[in-house]
Each structure stands twice: as structure tokens, then as C-alpha cells.
């Protein structure tokens, strides 16, 4: 069976954690107690050297980081629905793997860490700005579409979803992005949605 190490409150885990439900898969779901720095121990380093969440472990195999994880999961499992094969479109649902590691995570991501965990090496005037910027665009894109990419949900969504989603956690105001909020709707309404709390 797959195992699925994780936190709870970790959205990175959550997408992962998500997509397995989508996808109807049986997982055993393994908590890393992050308040105990579980994810430093000798253990949890050996599955995963850079002591992080989430990791999955499928058999022989062990993945760690949320955007690989979906992605072998698409593959494995999902099929070209999740995650096409042709050129073109694979590169347009690997444009928004990125946005997720890189403006969702600057900008949302960040302002949670730092109104929820008091993280205090982020720039919370920065944080916001780049939130404001990918809500923006988000907000913008989805004007005329349903889904991030084509006429489906695929692992776009799904890793975009979680920081967006939880974006008031981190003191974000959603109501100025009306499409992105419809957009969060539909995603809750896909067969095997599981929530995670703050969503």
C-alpha cells in the first residue's frame, strides 16, 4: 500500500494527500510531527535527506517533494487526464507546477507562514505583494476558463489549489478575486474531495 508521510496543517501534504483521494487510491497516511522536528530525525532523513514533507513511498520507490509526487502519481496512476503526454499541453500543466513552487509559494505560502507560525525571516510586505500579484493573475486567467488548463481539472489545479485556497490564513483577503474563489468551489466540488482544515 502507499505510504504518505506528512503534516497535517502542511499544504504541500495536503495536495498530495488530495490527489491520492481524487484518484480513489488507498494510502496509509503517516503524521510527521512537526512541532517535534520528526521530520530532522535519522528516520525520516533516510526517506527523505532534506527533512521535509510530504513523502511518499510506493512499493520500492520513494518521492519526496509535492510537485514530483503529483507528478508521478498523474503518471502512475491518473493517465493523460491528469497530465498530458503531447508537448504542448504537458508544458502548459508544468507552467503552474512552478507558479505553485514559485509565486503561490512566495506570496500566499509565505504570508501564512507568517501570520499562523510567526515565521519571522519572511518579508510580510513582500509576501504580500507577490500574493496580490499571482491572485491577480489568477483572478484574470480564469475569467474565461473553468479549470487552469483546458476543460478539466489536472495536477494544476491540484497544486495550485492548497496556498490559494488557505490564503486567509495568511491574513489575505479573497473577495477581490471572484473567479478565483468560484474556481476553489469547483475544485471542492470533485468527486473524492477531502478538506483540510482552513478550507
Known amino acids: 500500500m502507499i505510504k504518505l508521510y506528512g503534516h497535517e496543517i502542511s499544504g504541500n501534504s495536503y495536495k498530495v494527500r488530495l490527489f491520492l483521494s481524487l484518484l480513489q487510491l488507498e494510502f496509509e497516511w503517516i ?3 512537526l512541532s517535534k522536528a520528526e521530520q530532522k530525525s535519522p528516520e525520516h532523513l533516510a526517506r527523505n535527506p532534506f ?3 510530504p513523502t511518499l513511498v510506493d ?4 518521492l519526496s517533494d509535492s510537485q514530483a509526487i503529483l507528478v508521478y502519481l498523474a503518471r502512475q496512476y491518473g493517465g493523460e ?3 498530458p503526454i503531447e508537448a504542448l499541453p504537458l508544458a502548459q500543466v508544468v507552467r503552474w507546477l512552478s507558479t505553485s513552487a514559485g509565486e503561490v509559494r512566495q506570496g500566499p505560502e509565505h504570508a501564512r507562514l507568517y ?3 510567526g515565521a519571522t525571516d519572511i518579508n510580510i510586505e513582500r509576501a504580500n505583494q507577490k500574493a496580490a500579484f ?3 493573475q489568477l483572478n484574470q486567467h480564469l475569467s474565461d476558463r473553468t479549470w487552469l488548463e483546458f476543460e478539466r481539472p ?3 489545479d491540484i497544486a495550485v489549489f492548497p496556498y490559494i485556497a488557505l490564503a486567509p490564513d495568511g491574513k489575505i483577503d479573497l473577495a477581490p478575486y471572484p473567479n478565483v474563489r468560484v474556481w476553489i468551489d469547483r475544485v471542492k466540488q470533485l468527486p473524492g474531495y477531502i478538506a483540510m482544515a482552513g478550507i
Open 134 to 136: 499571482i491572485l491577480t
Open 51 to 53: 527533512g521535509q514533507v
Open 31 to 33: 503524521k510527521v510531527d
Open 115 to 117: 501570520h499562523l507560525f
Open 59 to 62: 512499493g520500492a520507490i520513494t
Open 81 to 83: 487526464p491528469w497530465l
Open 154 to 156: 489536472t495536477i494544476a
